[in-house]
């Protein structure tokens, strides 16, 4: 008489995983957007140590993957040329310079208040390291390499200020406190008044200035350059 097979035991239920649980990690395949991320953050900080340090002409791909810790092909997937990657540092460069989108540009009680606010954010900007080293690389390296300069217009580092501050010039000359003609023009003088001096004491033409000198050549600028907008007179074209 033949017994009856016994049921096979059934399969235990898995176990949820908890929120302590190490993923385990991938193998293979494409890298996820944040390993992707973390991999063009890395070959930038190469590139960034090498093109403000060694300059343009004299950094390569080759040096630039060796020091990220890749290949060449890697990096090539990326960028297309030193050209672009170049480009790249500048675009990241300036947006790390730039304010936080949460502070006040152009709010204040008047027009002097405004320009000091934005003159201080401007010059904080134009005296960091980051910002005194790349200008260095523009000006040892445009001759040789002409379109260095253009890729840092391209990015809008300037741009974006002269419009912001031509902005405030035109709303103060509508309600009649000013008398101005050429905004941009005005805008871009306003830009120059406040950095081309403290920036030259910051490269090593003289001392830098001190935070209470710049605090104080903020102020002065901003008073020379509105008693010169208010006695505004239109050129003869």
């Given at each position: 008489?033949?017994?009856?097979?016994?049921k096979?035991?059934?399969?235990?239920?898995?176990?949820?995983?908890?929120?302590?649980?190490?993923?385990?990690v991938?193998?293979?395949?494409?890298?996820?957007r944040i390993?992707a991320?973390?991999?063009?953050e890395?070959?930038?900080?190469?590139a960034?140590?090498?093109f403000f340090?060694?300059?343009?002409?004299?950094?390569?791909i080759?040096a630039?993957?060796?020091?990220?810790?890749?290949s060449?092909?890697?990096l090539?997937?990326?960028?297309?040329?030193?050209?672009?990657l170049?480009?790249?540092?500048?675009?990241?460069?300036?947006?790390r310079?730039?304010?936080?989108?949460?502070?006040?540009?152009?709010d204040g009680a008047?027009?002097?208040?405004?320009?000091?606010?934005?003159?201080?954010?401007i010059?904080?900007?134009?005296?960091s390291a980051?910002?005194?080293a790349?200008?260095?690389?523009i000006?040892?390296?445009?001759?040789?390499?002409?379109?260095?300069a253009?890729?840092?217009?391209?990015?809008?580092?300037?741009?974006e200020?002269?419009?912001v501050?031509a902005?405030?010039?035109?709303?103060?000359?509508?309600?009649?406190?000013?008398?101005?003609?050429?905004?941009?023009?005005?805008?871009?003088?306003?830009l120059?008044?406040?950095?081309?001096w403290?920036?030259?004491?910051?490269?090593?033409?003289?001392?830098?200035?001190?935070?209470?000198e710049?605090?104080?050549?903020?102020?002065?600028?901003?008073?020379?350059?509105?008693n010169?907008?208010?006695?505004?007179m239109?050129a003869?074209?």
């Amino acid at each position: 008489m033949m017994r009856p097979r016994s049921k096979p035991p059934a399969p235990r239920p898995r176990a949820k995983a908890t929120a302590t649980e190490i993923p385990t990690v991938r193998r293979g395949g494409r890298p996820s957007r944040i390993e992707a991320a973390q991999l063009s953050e890395r070959i930038l900080d190469a590139a960034t140590a090498l093109f403000f340090t060694a300059g343009y002409g004299a950094t390569t791909i080759e040096a630039v993957a060796k020091r990220a810790r890749i290949s060449k092909r890697t990096l090539y997937h990326r960028f297309d040329d030193k050209a672009a990657l170049f480009s790249a540092v500048v675009h990241r460069t300036i947006a790390r310079l730039r304010p936080p989108a949460d502070v006040p540009l152009v709010d204040g009680a008047g027009v002097e208040e405004i320009l000091q606010r934005l003159a201080g954010l401007i010059l904080g900007a134009a005296l960091s390291a980051p910002a005194i080293a790349l200008h260095r690389l523009i000006v040892a390296e445009s001759t040789r390499f002409p379109k260095l300069a253009s890729v840092v217009t391209e990015q809008g580092g300037m741009d974006e200020a002269i419009r912001v501050i031509a902005g405030v010039l035109v709303r103060e000359a509508h309600a009649g406190r000013l008398t101005l003609d050429a905004p941009i023009f005005a805008a871009r003088q306003f830009l120059h008044l406040v950095i081309s001096w403290p920036q030259r004491r910051a490269m090593g033409l003289g001392k830098p200035m001190t935070q209470a000198e710049l605090e104080a050549w903020v102020g002065d600028v901003v008073n020379l350059f509105l008693n010169g907008c208010r006695g505004w007179m239109p050129a003869k074209r």
